[in-house]
């Protein structure tokens, strides 16, 4: 019983997430600005991080929480550079 | 599957309403994010998932892998952390540089320059605004 009711609102939830990376994919490619691209960056990454926390619950192991860890320190990262490349024209003066 | 039928059902309903809490939340988010129309409209709109979308789906990890382990499964707070502290920061900062570029481009619909007072935009305007304008995109 539990595991039908686990199994199933992992699978909803990974349709939900992959259907947000969607949303946000289709936002970096319409974006009409650079912002709005990075905006769509950010949130695909995001959703990334939470897809992989979700194959964790899935495979009940700590390994993919890691990856989650790392995707979540580097995308930081990668959205100041890139906002700070669209504020002064270069990321490292 | 081994070890979802190891959870016992007390532990399995917290799991699966956290776990479809926090991936509504951010597919609500990205909904926004695509629907919206400009950007500074857009830009509140990931912030859903950010915050009860990896909150969510974070507890719902903690409770899975604590009744698993059958001892506090408290690295997920490491997760939550971060991304409570770093969302604001970045998206402050995209939104600052988006302004930016629009009063360096004159495009309607943002405050002025003189709106606000100065700070890192007064001293970077003369340095960078001739490459705004062949930029572009």
Known sequence: MSAT?????????????????????????????AQDRVLGFDALYVCAMLLLLTFGIRTGTTIYFEAALVISLL????????????????VIE | MTHAADLPAWAALPTAFFL????????????????????YERVHAPTLGTTWGAGGILIASMICFTVLQSRPALHEILIAAFVIVTTPVSLMLLARAALY???????????????????????????SSDQKQTKGQ
């Open chain 1, 5 to 33: 009711i686990l199994i199933w609102s992992i699978t909803v939830a990974q349709l939900f997430l992959l259907a947000a990376m969607a949303c946000a994919v289709a936002r970096m490619v319409l974006g009409p600005r």
């Open chain 2, 101 to 127: 570029r629009d009063r360096t481009e004159n495009n309607g619909g943002v405050p002025a320059f003189e709106a606000e007072s100065e700070g890192t935009d007064g001293e970077a305007s003369p340095k």
């Open chain 2, 20 to 39: 479809l809490l926090g991936s509504g939340l951010t597919l609500l988010g990205a909904i926004g994010l695509l629907r919206f129309g400009s950007f």
């Open chain 1, 75 to 90: 995308g930081f990262v990668s959205t100041v550079a890139l906002a700070k490349f669209l504020m002064r024209g270069e």
